[in-house]
């Protein structure tokens, strides 16, 4: 299917850790593999935001509740961030559905790789339960799975426009976003070792 591509359309391309917001005429793309991206919209207002996130904590359990860990309380800012900034350019919460996109599986579990093949799967949990728990309708997703995506959603209907990257790339991908991961992690534990407690 060929993507529409309007003569003066902007086109923004977000990177991990990034987000974007328009009343405009825009198209927001961003290459995804373990991230995720949420699509939010306020169909009433015509209002876009997307952003592009990875969950990053070597700590993190299965079975921990996300919003108690620090790859959740990531999320929550990152979604509380988009959310935020269609706020402030007059979305109504109360009129935002979402879509959602990523969360691959691209590296093959290993002693090198620790706990990285479980990120994808992360991600996909905490977005899921995010919207359920802020009462934004998940009105449809493409998540999982052992492929990249090349993501473009559009201002103009609110479609979201989905490549699958073929398998060759993924692996190139995948080392791509696990050093992404390790320098996230890196720089937190930085952050900790550095901070003081004032009593």
Do not use: D
């Given at each position: 299917m060929k993507m529409p591509d309007g003569p003066h359309q902007l086109r923004v391309n977000l990177k991990p850790g990034e987000h974007y917001v328009s009343c405009g005429n825009v198209i927001i793309s961003t290459l995804l593999g373990s991230c995720v991206s949420a699509c939010l919209y306020d169909p009433v207002r015509k209002i876009i935001g997307m952003n592009h996130f990875l969950l990053s904590n070597r700590r993190y359990s299965y079975n921990m509740p996300y919003y108690i860990t620090e790859a959740g309380r990531y999320g929550i800012h990152a979604m509380e961030i988009l959310i935020n900034d269609m706020l402030?350019?007059?979305?109504?919460?109360?009129?935002?559905?979402?879509?959602?996109?990523?969360?691959?599986?691209?590296?093959?579990?290993?002693?090198?790789?620790?706990n990285f093949f479980c990120v994808g799967e992360v991600n996909i949990r905490f977005i899921k339960a995010f919207l359920q728990m802020e009462g934004i309708p998940l009105i449809t997703a493409d998540l999982g799975g052992d492929r990249g995506r090349v993501v473009h959603f559009h201002h103009d209907d609110f479609a979201v426009y989905v490549r699958k990257i073929q398998r060759t790339g993924n692996h190139k991908l995948g080392l791509k976003e696990k050093q992404y991961w390790l320098k996230s992690i890196e720089m937190q534990e930085r952050k900790e070792a550095g901070s003081v407690t004032l009593f």
């Open positions: 402030a350019q007059g979305a109504m919460r109360g009129n935002l559905v979402a879509k959602a996109f990523g969360g691959a599986s691209l590296l093959q579990r290993s002693n090198e790789i620790g």
